[in-house]
């Protein structure tokens, strides 16, 4: 079955940088878009990248601070957070696919403050 593990996240100050990394097995990660999306305390979830054949795609609050990459020898997907705000503390998961259904895993906290 599609097993999806986050990890990479923490408490860190703003303007700071994370990476989170997904560990992905189950399914045939070379060929799946894959995607990243978070939920803040008290919210819905949210999209923030997607990785896909035909490229890269970023949530306008992201674009420009975030890189959603894979590796897919490894069958990981990375996301690396640079500029990080106290707005983008939320609880990150991965995702195998595109569609608000598609799996995701455990999450990882990022906790941005200072």
């Known amino acids: 079955q599609v097993q999806l593990v986050e990890s990479g996240g923490g408490l860190v100050q703003p303007g700071g940088s994370l990476r989170l990394s997904c560990a992905a097995s189950g399914f045939r990660f070379d060929t799946a878009s894959m995607a990243w999306v978070r939920q803040a305390p008290g919210k819905g979830l949210q999209w923030v990248a997607t990785?896909?054949?035909?490229?890269?795609f970023y949530h306008d609050s992201v674009r420009g601070r975030f890189t959603i990459a894979r590796d897919n020898a490894k069958n990981m997907l990375y996301l690396q957070m640079n500029g990080l705000q106290p707005e983008d503390t939320a609880l990150y998961y991965c995702?195998?696919?595109?569609?608000?259904?598609?799996?995701r895993g455990q999450g990882t906290q990022v906790t941005v403050s200072s």
């Open positions: 995702q195998a696919g595109t569609l608000s259904d598609s799996p």
């Open positions: 990785i896909r054949h035909d490229g890269t």
